[in-house]
């Protein structure tokens, strides 16, 4: 299945955050890669959105390589919905609060 993925607004911030993070702490080439390696994991998401694993209700997760962090998505009829990217220290409760899962 190819196709592509949504994100919620909350799930940019989320990258966008991360990125200027990691833009203060190593400069903007660490920031870029850290964006491409999030896009590279979306991507992933895109084609084969079953591939990850249920990890919270209706929520899958799929893990960004080398970097401590989660996309968080649900499939939809319209295809996969990024809602958050997470650091793996974040609270996945987060996601509730976001009133994104029930």
Known sequence: MTGRI???PLAQADIDDASAWYARQGGNALALAFQAAVDETLTRIAE???HAPLALRDARRRN???Y????WFV???AGPLAIAVLHHRQDP???RARQ???
Do not use: A, H, Q
């Open 6 to 8: 949504r994100l919620t």
């Open 48 to 50: 084969f959105p079953e």
């Open 64 to 66: 960004v390589r080398i």
């Open 68 to 71: 401590p962090f989660g996309v």
């Open 75 to 77: 499939i939809e009829p």
């Open 93 to 95: 409760s987060i996601l």
């Open 100 to 102: 994104m899962l029930p």
